[in-house]
C-alpha cells in the first residue's frame, strides 16, 4: 500500500512538473512585450525598456525558467506585475473560498447523490423516473444558469440568502451560510445529476451478482447486505465519476464566482488572464496542479480501500 | 450540461457495450420514442439556425438606440434587448454561431480522439504510452482556466477557443476508441483477416471502426453539450467576441439587465436548455439501445425458460409421480422438509404469470442427502431457492407449502425467514468464483453470519471461522482468512463457501450443482467434502445436480424433475435399479450413451 501511495504521488508531481513547464514556456512565449502591456501605450519606449529590465526580462527564457522553478519550489512565486502583490498571498487568500465551494459541493453531491442513487435503484417505479428527469435536466442545465435562476427566487425574491458577496465562516457564521448556500447548490446540481445516475446504476448492478444471493443465504440483515456489501461494491464506480468531475468542478466555479460575486480564485483567474498578469497566471497553474494531484491521490488510495483489486495494480 | 461533466465520464460505460453495436441499432434507435422526438427537437434547432434569414429580417447586429428593451409584439417578435437589438433574430444567428462552435470543438476533439486511439489500440508501443500520457495530463486540466489562459493571449476569437477545447476534449474519444481497438486487435475475426492479407487501413475500417461507430456518436453528442455549455459560459461572463451574436453574449446582455427586463436571460437560457435536454436525451436514448443489444442473452435466457414452460403445457393435476418403495425395513428418518404442492411463477408483461415450477412435492428426512436431478430449465434450481425464498426478482411462490419442521416457510415473514436463513437452512452455491463479495476478506464475510445468528463476539467468530476452514480442507486458514476472493482459486472458493454454509450448524443446507463450475479432480474432491461433513455434522443435504454420477456418489434418496413437476422419486438405490418414469430412463441412457466407463451402481457405491 506504501509503495502504491508513493507511486501514485511521484507520478502526479512529474505530471505537475510537466504542466508547470508547458505552461511556463507557453505564456511567456506569447506574453509579447510585457512592459508595453503593462505600462500602457502612452508610455515612452525609454520606460518600457526599463521596466522589461526590472522584471528581468531581458536574460533568455530558459534560464528565467529555472530562476523561477528555484524561486518556486521555495515558495516564492514573484509578484503579480500590475499590484506588486506577492502571487502567494494573492492565491492563499482566495484558495481558501474556492476550496469552501469545491469541496462543500463535493461533500453535497456525494451524500446526495448516494442517497438519491440507492433509492432510484431500490423503490424503482416513479421515485425512479423523477431521478431520472432530474438527472437529465441536471446534466443539461449549465451550472451558472441555475444559479441565476436561484439568485433570482431565493436571493432577490424570497431573501433567504445574499445575491453576491461572501462573508468568512470564521468572522461571522449566519454570514457564511447565507453567502456560501445558492454557489453551493448551483455547483452540486450537475455533479449530483452525473454521479446519482452511476450511484444508480452501479447499485443495479451489484444486486444482480450472485454473492448478493449468498450473502442473504447467510440471513444477514438486508441492511447489512445493502449498505455494508453493495454500497461499497459500487462506491468505486461512482467515486471515480466524482473524481473525474472535480477537475471540472474547479472549472464551474471560476463561472459560479462570477455570478455571485465571491473573491475566490475564479476572481483571481478572471483577472490575471484579462490582463495577462503572467506570474499570477502561473501561480494559479501550480495551485490548481497541486490540489488536482491531492484529489487524484485521495481518490485512488480510496479506491484502494473500496476495492481491493485495485491495490494490486 | 453542466461543468462537472467532464471527459471521458462515459468511457467505462460505453466500451463493454460497445462490440454489440450493430447496424440494427440505428433501426432500433427509431423505434425509441424519446429518441425520436430528442433528435427531432435537435434538427428542428439545427434547421431553425441553418434558415436563420428566412425566418427574420432583422439584422442581429442591427444597433438601434430608439428602441432598447421593447416588450415582445409589435414588430419584434421576442423585443429588443439592451442595444435595441431584436432578441428573435439574435436567437436565430446566435443560434448558427452556438452550433458551430460547439460542432467544432466536437469535430477536432472526435478526429484527434479517434485517429490517436486507432493508432494507439491497433499498433500500441511507444505511441500508446506516449498518448496515455498527453490524456491524463489533458484530463488534469480545468477546461476553463485554459481557455481564459487562451484568450489572454490569443484574443477573444469564437473559433481559436473552440479548437483549443477539442483538444482538451480528446481523451473523450480517445479512450473511448483506444479501449474499443485494443480489445478488438485480438480477435479471432482480425486476426483471420490479417492472415488473409488484407491491408491494416481496410482492417481498420471495415472492422474496427464500425465496431465503434454508435458509441463514437453517442460520445459526440456529450461532446456537443459540454462544448456549448462552455462556450456559453464564457460568453457569458464577457469573455466572448462581442462582435457577433452568441447565446453566451445574450446571457451575458440579459444579465445585466436582469433587473430592467428578465425576459432577456429567458430566451437564450430556454434555448441552451432545450438544446442541452434534447442532446442529453439523445445520448440516453441511444445508450439505452447500444445496452439492449449488449444484453441479448440474459433476454434469451427468459425467453427460453418462458418458452420451456409454454412446452410443459397444461400442467396435469393429478399427481401421477413415481414413488419408490423403502426396501429397507428399519423405521424412515422423520421428516425435515416437507414440500407440498409447490408452484412458483414469474408474472409477465401481458399480465400472465409463467410457471417454473408446478405442483411440486418433496420429502427430506433429517440426515439424509437428497439429490434433486433434472435438465437445464427443469425448475430444479427454482426449487431450492423457494425453500430459501430467495427467488429472483419477480419470482413468487404461488401455491403450497413448504414446512420445515412443521412451520410454513411460504407463509413466515421476512424478519423471520431471515432467522432461518443460514441459522437453519444454509446454501452452497453453484459459481464459486462470483458467490464471494469481492471488496471483503474473506475472514469478514466468515465471521459476519457468525457473530450475527450465534451472537458469538468478534475474536470467538474468528477461531471458529479458522477451525471451519481447516476443517474444509484449507492449507493455510490464517492466510486464506485474511484474503480476498481474488487470491483464491476456484476449489479454494467453494471450499470457503461450504465452511460459511455450515458455520451457523444449520439443520439443512442446500447445495445447488456445488461442483457444476469446478475442474474435473476439484470436483471429487469437493464431494468426498461434502460426504464427511455430513458425516461429521449430521446435517441434511438437498443437493441440485444434473448429474447422476454426482447422485451416485453422494445421495440417500433422489427426485427426478421435468419440466417444472417431479417425475419419480425413491432411494437412490431402488431407481438406479429400477427407473420407471420414461424421463428418468431417457436421463439414464443419455448418461450411459456418453460415458459407458462410468459402471454400475452397484460398483460405484460399494
New interface residues.
Given amino acids: 500500500m506504501l509503495t502504491f501511495t508513493v507511486r501514485r504521488l511521484l507520478y502526479g508531481v512529474l ?1 505537475l512538473f ?2 508547470v513547464t508547458l ?1 511556463y514556456l ?2 511567456y512565449a ?2 509579447g512585450n510585457v512592459g508595453r502591456t503593462i505600462l500602457g501605450p502612452t508610455a515612452t519606449q525609454a520606460t518600457v525598456t526599463l521596466k522589461n529590465q526590472q522584471l528581468g526580462l531581458n536574460s533568455p527564457l530558459i534560464s528565467r525558467y529555472f530562476s523561477w522553478l528555484g524561486h518556486a519550489l521555495s515558495g516564492n512565486f514573484g509578484s503579480s506585475w500590475f499590484t506588486n502583490q506577492p502571487v502567494s498571498t494573492a492565491i492563499v487568500t482566495r484558495l481558501q473560498v474556492t476550496l469552501t465551494l469545491v469541496f462543500g459541493a463535493v461533500i453535497v453531491s456525494a451524500v446526495l447523490s448516494a442517497v438519491l442513487g440507492v433509492w432510484a435503484a431500490l423503490r424503482g417505479g416513479w421515485v425512479d423516473r423523477i431521478i431520472q428527469v432530474f438527472s ?10 441555475i444559479a ?1 435562476f436561484l439568485v ?1 427566487i431565493f436571493a432577490l425574491q424570497l431573501h433567504w440568502f445574499k445575491p453576491t458577496g461572501y462573508v468568512q465562516m470564521t468572522y461571522y457564521f449566519g454570514g457564511w451560510v447565507r453567502t456560501v448556500t445558492l454557489p453551493v447548490i448551483a ?1 452540486s ?3 449530483v ?2 454521479v446519482a445516475q452511476q450511484v444508480r ?1 452501479s447499485v443495479i448492478d451489484a444486486l444482480r ?3 448478493v ?10 441492511r ?1 447486505v445493502l449498505f455494508k ?1 453493495v454500497l ?2 459500487a462506491g468505486g ?1 461512482a467515486l ?2 466524482l473524481a ?2 472535480f ?6 466555479a ?2 459560479i464566482e ?1 455570478v455571485f460575486g465571491i473573491p475566490g480564485l475564479g476572481q483571481v ?2 483577472l ?5 498578469d503572467v506570474p499570477l ?1 502561473m501561480g ?2 501550480v495551485a ?2 497541486v490540489i ?2 491531492l484529489v ?1 491521490l485521495t481518490i485512488d488510495l480510496l479506491q484502494g480501500f ?4 485495485a491495490r494490486i495494480s | ?9 462515459l468511457a ?2 460505453v466500451t463493454s457495450e460497445i462490440r454489440a453495436a450493430r447496424s440494427h441499432l440505428a433501426r432500433r434507435f427509431l423505434k425509441n420514442p424519446l429518441g425520436i422526438a430528442a433528435l427531432s427537437v435537435l434538427v428542428l434547432i439545427v434547421l431553425a439556425a441553418i434558415c436563420a434569414p428566412l425566418l427574420t429580417s432583422y439584422n442581429p447586429n442591427g444597433v438601434s438606440v430608439l428602441s432598447i428593451l421593447q416588450g415582445p409584439g409589435a414588430g419584434h417578435l421576442l423585443g429588443t434587448d439592451g442595444a435595441g437589438r431584436d432578441v428573435w433574430s439574435r436567437l436565430l444567428f446566435g443560434g448558427r454561431y452556438t452550433l458551430a462552435g460547439a460542432l467544432l470543438a466536437t469535430v477536432v476533439a472526435a478526429v484527434l480522439g479517434i485517429a490517436g486511439g486507432l493508432v494507439a489500440g491497433y499498433y500500441g508501443k511507444w505511441f500508446e504510452s506516449a498518448a496515455s500520457w498527453v490524456t ?2 489533458l ?7 485554459v481557455l ?2 487562451a ?4 484574443g477573444p476569437s469564437l473559433w481559436t477557443v473552440m479548437i483549443i477545447f477539442g483538444v482538451l476534449l480528446v481523451p473523450a474519444f480517445y479512450r473511448l476508441v483506444y479501449a474499443a481497438v485494443s480489445g478488438v486487435r485480438n480477435e479471432l475475426f482480425v486476426d483471420a483477416a490479417r492472415v488473409s492479407g488484407v491491408s491494416d487501413l481496410r482492417i481498420i475500417t471495415r472492422h474496427i471502426l464500425t465496431v465503434v461507430r454508435a458509441p463514437i456518436i453517442l460520445q459526440a453528442s456529450i461532446v456537443f ?1 459540454i462544448a456549448i ?2 462556450q ?2 464564457l460568453d ?2 464577457g ?1 466572448g467576441d462581442q462582435s457577433i451574436p452568441t447565446w453566451g453574449n445574450m ?1 451575458n446582455d440579459g ?1 445585466t439587465n ?1 433587473y430592467r427586463d ?1 425576459q432577456l ?1 429567458v430566451w437564450p ?1 430556454l434555448a ?2 432545450i438544446t ?2 434534447a ?3 439523445f445520448a ?1 436514448a441511444l445508450r439505452d439501445e447500444l445496452e439492449q443489444s449488449a444484453r441479448p442473452r440474459r433476454r434469451r435466457a427468459a425467453v427460453v425458460m418462458a418458452a420451456a414452460a409454454r412446452a410443459a403445457g397444461p400442467v396435469r393435476p393429478e399427481n401421477d409421480t413415481v414413488v419408490h418403495e423403502e426396501a429397507s425395513s428399519s423405521a424412515p428418518a422423520p421428516l425435515l422438509l416437507h414440500i407440498e404442492g409447490l408452484a412458483v411463477g414469474y408474472p409477465q408483461a401481458d399480465g400472465s404469470v409463467t410457471r417454473v415450477v408446478d405442483n411440486v412435492s418433496l420429502d427430506i428426512r433429517r440426515g439424509e442427502v437428497h439429490g434433486l436431478v433434472g435438465e437445464s430449465g427443469s425448475g430444479k434450481t427454482q426449487t431450492a ?1 423457494s425453500v ?1 425464498r ?1 427467488l429472483p426478482a419477480g419470482g413468487e411462490i404461488l401455491e403450497g407449502s413448504i414446512l420445515l419442521d412443521g412451520e410454513d416457510l411460504s407463509r413466515v415473514d421476512s424478519a423471520k425467514m ?6 437453519r ?3 452452497i ?1 453453484q ?1 464459486p468464483m ?8 474473506i475472514g469478514t ?1 466468515l465471521t ?2 457468525m457473530r ?2 450465534l451472537g458469538v463476539s468478534k475474536t470467538e467468530a474468528k477461531a471458529r471461522a479458522l477451525k471451519l476452514l481447516g476443517q474444509v480442507g484449507i492449507p493455510n486458514p490464517e492466510r486464506t482468512f485474511a484474503s ?1 476472493p ?1 487470491e483464491l482459486s476456484g476449489g479454494m472458493a467453494q471450499r470457503v ?1 461450504i465452511a ?1 454454509a455450515v458455520s ?1 450448524e444449520p439443520d439443512l443446507v442446500i447445495a445447488d450443482e456445488p461442483t457444476t463450475a469446478l475442474d474435473v479432480t476439484i470436483q471429487a474432491e469437493i464431494l468426498d467434502l461434502l460426504r464427511e461433513l455430513q458425516r461429521e455434522l449430521g446435517v441434511t443435504i438437498l443437493i441440485v445436480t444434473h448429474n447422476f454420477g454426482v447422485v451416485a456418489d453422494l445421495c440417500d434418496r433422489v427426485s427426478v424433475m421435468q419440466k417444472g413437476r417431479i417425475v419419480e422419486t425413491g432411494s437412490t438405490r431402488s431407481l438406479f435399479a429400477d427407473p420407471q418414469h420414461p424421463y428418468t430412463r431417457s436421463l439414464f441412457d443419455a448418461i450411459l450413451d456418453e460415458s459407458p466407463a462410468r459402471g454400475s451402481y452397484a460398483e460405484v457405491r460399494s
Fill in positions: 505530471l510537466v504542466i505552461a507557453l505564456l506569447a506574453a437529465v435536466l441536471g446534466f443539461a442545465v449549465p451550472g451558472f444558469l441565476v433570482r455547483l446540481i450537475g455533479l445529476a452525473g446504476s451478482q450472485d454473492w444471493r449468498t450473502l442473504r443465504s447467510r440471513g444477514i440483515s438486508e447489512s456489501h461499497r461494491n464506480p471515480s465519476v473525474l468531475s477537475v471540472g468542478l474547479l472549472g464551474g471560476v463561472i462570477q483567474a478572471v490575471a488572464t484579462s490582463e495577462g497566471v494559479l497553474v490548481i496542479g488536482v494531484i487524484n473500496l476495492n481491493p483489486k | 450540461m453542466s461543468e462537472a461533466a467532464v471527459t471521458g465520464v467505462p460505460d491524463t495530463l484530463m488534469a486540466l480545468p477546461g476553463i482556466v481564459l489562459a484568450r489572454a493571449v490569443l453539450g455549455a462552455v456559453v459560459g457569458f461572463l469573455f446571457l444579465f436582469l428578465p436571460v437560457g441552451v436548455v442541452g435536454v442532446l442529453t436525451l440516453n431457492w430459501l430467495l431471515r432467522e432461518i436463513r443460514g441459522g437452512i444454509a446454501y452455491p459459481e462470483s458467490n464471494l463479495d469481492p471488496s471483503f476478506t464475510q459476519e453470519p450475527t445468528k480476498y481474488h463457501l460459511g451457523c
